[in-house]
């Protein structure tokens, strides 16, 4: 059964790199404003918290399937001209937790001293004028467009509408076990005064009563549509100790991939996700067990996706995550496994991950809104659709 | 990236990968895509085989198959569907290779009386939308096996 997918093997870069600059902008719903000056409005924070000079940025890594802010809008935005490594395989979502491997390499090899990735989303906007979205990447492939879309199967909350109701038909997941991940979110997101749902209490009746979009999926099953960004700097650890901010030491990194892509509707193992590949890979690299895990932030676009990651990265058997997040298991003060403790992409802002990474480092350093006490290991799951990643931060000793 | 196709969100017939299963609709036949060397469906369709890298035939299925998952789709996400709403597509998995989903309309059936495993049956009906005024094309959806053939109306 786990020939659906696989992971590559990542060169082992255990306590080689750390994050030591985090840089958010606001987030909010349409804003008027262009990715790409979100872009570098937050890669101008992540490099003053790390107290760094823009010049002092030699390597950038960027989405290239967005293409927002790449080499020239770095040097156009900081008046700057010097070399830069790139590569287009950061950003956000599962890259989100890739890119400090490709910093840690580059590092490695001399390439670069300072990494700036930097991930910034303006789809509130643009979907204001029909020009951007979720859906629209998905439309456009050959298959989806002529054997999906045209039966209704489009787009994303028939998806994972479907995939739902098939964890509720393996598994019997219940909509009150769905809506408990909602709420957590919610919940954080409340004590999170930069969460874009900050002051929109939700109770489970709330979550039941929200309309049905695609039945078993609900609205408050769906993640929020939002522009804003993030960006954070890596650098070599002996580095990172010299620079004012309490480094977030990247201990594992781990990658998976679909065999089916993003065509869900062919994927084998209709209920799970990469993480199956990639989390194993990053916790034996960073050298821990699901139980050490101190906060996790999951990429989560629907309420399915997060329980099918819990149980994929081995939190819980497969099938049980409905019953394990019930009550306060995912809260962030005293639960079992505090979980997307800034509000996640439910509560908080849809901006890919990007900001799941950020609250990692924070709860690192101690300074999150809903910080977890005594924080050492901080884990973000990412996920693409066809791909997972497992990005391990661990405060340095 | 924008579709810009006049007659989205209907199929486009000229796509050469997908052309062969609406030609087949059209004569109320299923047909998938399957390796001849392989003896191996190839779904979705591909230029090439990803096990041989022959060039798939298209094979006539029986059309019969089991309800696997399903969505009732309330909301219209394009305002194609919104005089459809609501309506269940879901995934069929055909009986000649259950790791072969079809996705399509599920007809005929009150959305309560559905359950996975439930035997369907590919039925062919014209699909239309009001926002591509005059065309419609005959596609595949699926009945429950043990439910009489529907007046031949469209996917609803």
Known sequence: ?397 | MAIRRADFPLPDLDEPLTAPFFAAAARRELRIPRCDRCAAFVWYPQPACPRCGDVPGWVTVSGRGALFSWAVVRRAFLPAFEAMVPFVSGLVAIDEDPSVRVVSYVVDAEPGSLYAGMPVVADFRPLAFPTVPGREVVVPVFRPLDAPTGAGGGPR
């Open chain 1, 1 to 397: 059964m786990d020939d659906w997918g696989h992971a590559p093997d990542l060169e082992d870069v255990a306590g080689e790199v750390a994050i030591v600059g985090i840089g958010e902008t606001a987030y909010t719903k349409a804003s008027g404003r262009t990715a790409r000056e979100i872009g570098a409005e937050a890669a101008e924070r992540a490099i003053a918290d790390a107290g760094l000079e823009p010049r002092d940025i030699d390597g950038l890594t960027w989405s290239g399937a967005f293409a927002d802010f790449d080499a020239a809008a770095f040097h156009e935005h900081f008046g700057t001209s010097h070399d830069l490594w790139t590569s287009p395989w950061g950003g956000g979502m599962a890259w989100a937790g890739t890119a400090p491997h490709l910093a840690a390499l580059a590092i490695r090899e001399g390439r670069a001293r300072h990494v700036l990735n930097v991930f910034p989303v303006a789809w509130a906007t643009q979907r204001a004028s029909m020009t951007g979205g979720p859906g629209e990447v998905h439309a456009a492939q050959a298959a989806k467009q002529n054997l999906e879309v045209p039966f209704g199967w489009f787009p994303q909350p028939v998806y994972f509408a479907t995939i739902m109701r098939r964890h509720m038909i393996e598994f019997g997941t219940t909509p009150e076990q769905f809506g408990a991940v909602a709420v957590a979110a919610r919940r954080h997101a409340n004590l999170n005064p930069d969460a874009v749902m900050h002051g929109r209490p939700m109770t489970i009746d709330d979550y039941l009563a929200s309309p049905v979009l695609a039945d078993p999926l609900r609205l408050l099953d769906s993640c929020l549509i939002s522009d804003g960004g993030a960006a954070y700097v890596t650098t070599g650890i002996d580095r990172a100790r010299d620079l004012p901010r309490p480094p977030a030491v990247v201990a594992g990194v781990g990658e998976g991939y679909s065999g089916t892509g993003t065509n869900w509707a062919q994927q084998r193992a209709f209920t799970s996700t990469p993480q199956v590949f990639s989390a194993p890979r990053a916790f034996s690299m960073a050298g821990i067990a699901p139980a050490d895990v101190d906060v996790l932030t999951v990429y989560d676009p629907f309420t399915v996706v997060s329980l099918m990651q819990i149980e994929d990265m081995g939190f819980c058997p497969k099938g049980e995550a409905g019953a394990f997040v019930e009550g306060a298991t995912l809260h962030h003060d005293g639960g079992v496994l505090p979980f997307n403790t800034h509000g996640g992409l439910l509560s908080h802002a849809y901006v890919l991950g990007i900001a799941h990474v950020v609250e990692c480092v924070k709860q690192i350093r101690g300074t999150a809104a809903a910080q977890v006490p005594g924080c050492e290991v901080a884990v973000y799951g990412g996920y693409t659709g066809h791909m997972a990643s497992t990005l391990v931060l661990v405060k340095d000793r």
